[in-house]
């Protein structure tokens, strides 16, 4: 890899948009980064591949200016700059999707797009910012609802607004951190000949990503991180899936069948742990979110939800784990009746729940590692005795957690959300393990790790089905589902469209009942 | 490259907040000085006479304790409620109800002060709690916002106790205004003019950070305070630790009333809360969420209010005092934020570091 040369299509003289020098970032006890040299050329679209945790967000925060490096150089266009705040980062043409959304949630999208833009009238009235946002939204193709506030957006359509936030401040160099991981297929479909379109302007965008089939869609080079240090940059066309994979993990992964049994696994349960009898929820505003589910869950099996993101499956794992009440239905735990909406009851009968969102809704992010750690377990001897909390006894238990989770951690008494995602997601995963004797429900725990992660978390679910608990894993990734699970059913707008034996399913049927088609033979809402 | 020279950390560590706390004072004292040489007094006089009125004599020790003890308790109540998240503007109010509860129960029952003084500081507690009933209630049954209702009840609370001072309860005895008459229990003195309630309200103060930090109950506190979504999702009921942290929180500034009722001052006066409850909010603030700061955040509450005093003896109105106080505290939020800045190593330009 000559670092000098412009990659084919590029005009011989033209400079990098974008040139890192041995950029150097370290956090107390963690190199970030270390010795990262990058060019990104006008007209590309550069992946940036990595395992959690290798840096890749800090480098992002790096080149944007949320955090300034203290080693190396920043070349933007051939010239050396330092930027001390995101704004000039900005002004420079430089502009980030994070991976977080930092949108206003009370605002609306009008508003957001136009705020600390000093390109803003001086006096914005909402039509007239409205039409400013209808303006760009044309312009660049991102379909906005100006008017609408930011809390009743899906992630996908925040997402785009968070773009067009961007663009609308002239981004030469787009970055998005994890863009897909919230995205349905068609919405990654949408984004995707966006930013071609993009590129086609001459325009540069690094992506970072975990889906490698997606890497090899969309990018026109690959550069891959490994514990803060770059390992290297290819041409995407002279790379594939497995090799990506094994320069990001360093070692070769081995996918197995994983729903074959090893000796001694506990079989599946012939009572079932947990059962959901027509069960159906509606949102405030009277809509039915979930319809007529039932279904049944046996211990030492892995049941399987497929569906595209935002069809019930979040009310599923909510009445499944006791924080949403039902509208009608009936719900047993061992064969008795759950009168109840209340997690208590659920954490007590042994009910594990990792859920979809894991920085909102399973740890308080401010508190320290130890006491998010300690959250399922502190009303229990050893951490909980005569109402008193041992906090020697939670740091215990953080340590056991954090070896599981082959987390490192500096220092336990750090806010949790210094760590990085997957590193989070990686401990809440444990956490829930060791209380799920009975039921693990898992909504996407693979979501934002990469594949070595993916692969650990999976074998974390069928170590439980082996150890005869029921695992309800929910997931958009067909290919992981097929690989663990049991039986697989499928959402669809509230309704459990079928349940069928995974081993008989191919991925055309599961496709169909996806789309809402029922394909004929599958047995609606079968329990088996 | 000068501007690459500092760096913005999420959370500051203790020991730079202390350290910047303490420049920050000493900054503005310096400050203060300069001012009142312009004016034509004599810094040199007055800090002398400020400093031997009260840190460097008994009597001066005797008042600082006494100023601090009713700001450890409403500082307290700030904390606690803050705990979980929740703003609690109206321990003045509280304090109040606390101190109209136990002169009542003072006034209206008779016995020996052995009897009437837990009866009194039990009406005192009570009275504070009834009073953030309301505001409780309606936070954790209808989400109504804490701060303007604890906020309106103090002016409630503070006409009740006028009404009741040159009313009811009027001083028929020796005619006092706006007062009652002496009560007849007080709080026994441990040191001087010193009340037993003093210790009391520290071993309050270092009781509830270990509640806090060593109880189921203080956990769950926590963990609402910093996500209330992660509490529902590990079962904690949210809504019934809002309301036992709010009504802990009345119940403190409502004993911080019965103490300054039975021990300070001995009457029930109009106006006797001497905002203290509003000043418990800055002790909150300056004690950045720790029960144990608290106590040295209502030390140097108590200082500058003391030496307000004796200025005022010096020909320095009330205002000037009030400046004074509001420049530390201002100087102290600047130090508070500078301590998340950390000079970048290797590029800190020479003469900017600090
Ligand atoms: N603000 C921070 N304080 C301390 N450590 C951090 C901070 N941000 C990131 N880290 C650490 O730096 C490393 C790289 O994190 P990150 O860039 O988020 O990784 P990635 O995005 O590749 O998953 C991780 O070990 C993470 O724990
Ligand atoms: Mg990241």
Redesign the interface.
Known sequence: MNKQSAPPGVAPGTPPVLQLRGIGKFFPGVIANKDVDLDVWPGEIHALLGENGAGKSTLMNVVTGIYQPEEGEIILDGYGQAFTAPQEAIRAGIGMVHQHFKLVQAFTVAENIHLGWDEAPRIASPAVMEARTREISERFGFPVRPDARVCDLSAGEQQRVEILRVLARRARLLIMDEPTAVLTPEETGELFRALKAFRAQGNAVIIISHKLDEVMEISDRVSILRGGRKVGTFNTADCNPSMLAATMVGRDIVRRNMRARPEGAAPVAPDPVMQLRHVSVRDDRGVETLRDVSLDLHGGEILGIAGVAGNGQRELTHVLTGLMARTSGEILLDGSLVDRADPALFVQAGVGHIPEDRLRSALAPSLSVTTNMALREYPYPPIGTHGLYDAQAAGVLARDIAELAQVSIPDFAMPIRNLSGGNQQRLVARREIRIASRVLVAAYPARGLDIGAIATMLGYLTDLRDQGVAVVFISEDLEDLLNVSDRIGVMFHGRLMSVIDAEAADMATIGLLMGGRDAAGTQAGATQ | ?A??AF?RL??APAGRILALRLVAIVLSLFIIAGVLALSGHSPVTLADLVLRSTLGSRFGLEDLALFMCPLLLTGAAVTVCGTIGLWNIGAEGQFYAGAIAATGAALGLHGPAIVLLPVMTIAGILGGMAWITVPTLARAYAGVNEIITTLLLNFIASLLTYYLTTGPWRDRISGAQVSTQRLPVAIPEMWGIVHWGFPVAIVIVIGLALVL???????EI??GG??P?????????VRLRIISVMLLSGGLAGLAGMFEVAGTVHRLQGGMANNFGYLGIVVAVLARGSCLNVIPAALLMALILDSGIVMQTQQLSASVVLAITGLILFMIAIGDELAHYRP???TAPKGKAS
Not at chain 2, 213 to 219: A, M, Q, V
Not at chain 2, 229 to 237: C, F, L
């Open positions: 490259m501007a690459r760096q999420p959370s930090s060593r109880t189921r109950w203080g956990y926590r963990i910093a996500n979504e992660a509490a529902r999702y590990a079962g904690i009921p970048v190593a290797g």
